[in-house]
């Protein structure tokens, strides 16, 4: 079965710091995701990567980076912090059943103070 | 560009009641569409999918199916438990997917 390590599950930072989130898979999946998920808008996608060192942007990046220096790590890093971006992080990864069937970590709550 | 719209909660039952939760797409061609829920502290599990008009998506009770004359994928499931409780969320795919918003169902024993 597919595994998602996101680490920290919780994290309470200031305005102006960076931070990193981090998420692992125990398997050789190419795709993976991160999301945002905030009430009222559902989960929106921040970055993907369909390989090593293959990026993408989605649709609420600024403010955000990857990187995905091997198969099974993608980290997400806010490289200043802000109010807006205290929210729950979702990392995925791309199931092999097709577009759309995604698995997905237990997420990594953010809060900027 | 694409989206979903699925009906605002939250959506409060009781056990073995009929649940329905509208979704409606918007979208060009025929997209591949989803429900997801998300138990509480969890992340997201995909539930059920359909990839093409008039097919039926079903697991664990609920059944959704792709309409394209009315471009909507309702969820429906004929008696909940309060296992049910959950956050429910429809979806497309084009090239990536998209969410909606979400509905948040709470059943009561």
């Known amino acids: 079965d597919a595994g998602i390590t996101q680490s920290p599950r919780h994290k309470v930072t200031e305005t102006g710091t960076p931070v990193t989130l981090r998420c692992h898979q125990t398997e050789n999946h190419r795709y993976m995701y991160w999301y945002r998920q905030d009430p009222g808008h559902g989960l929106r996608l921040i970055h993907y990567?369909?390989?090593?060192?293959?990026?993408d942007k989605g649709e609420v990046s600024d403010g955000y980076s990857v990187s995905r220096s091997k198969t099974e790590d993608f980290l997400l890093t806010l490289e200043s912090a802000t109010s807006s971006q205290t929210s729950v992080y979702f990392c995925?990864?791309?199931?092999?059943?097709?577009?759309?069937?995604?698995?997905f970590g237990e997420g990594s709550r953010l809060t900027v103070l | 560009g694409d989206s979903v719209t699925q009906m605002e909660g939250p959506v409060t039952l009781s056990e073995e009641a009929f649940l329905t939760i509208n979704c409606t797409y918007t979208a060009t061609g025929y997209p591949s569409l989803f429900w997801y829920v998300q138990y509480p502290g969890e992340g997201l599990q995909l539930l059920l999918k359909?990839?093409?008009?008039?097919d039926k998506g079903s697991n664990k009770g609920f059944e959704a199916t792709y309409r394209k004359e009315t471009t909507s994928f309702h969820l429906e499931k004929g008696s909940v438990q309060v296992s049910d409780s959950a956050v429910y969320f429809c979806a497309l795919v084009r090239d990536k997917l998209s969410f909606g918003a979400g509905t948040t169902v709470t059943v009561r024993a």
């Open positions: 990567s369909y390989g090593v060192k293959d990026t």
């Open positions: 359909a990839t093409k008009a008039d």
């Open positions: 995925a990864i791309g199931l092999t059943g097709g577009p759309g069937e995604l698995f």
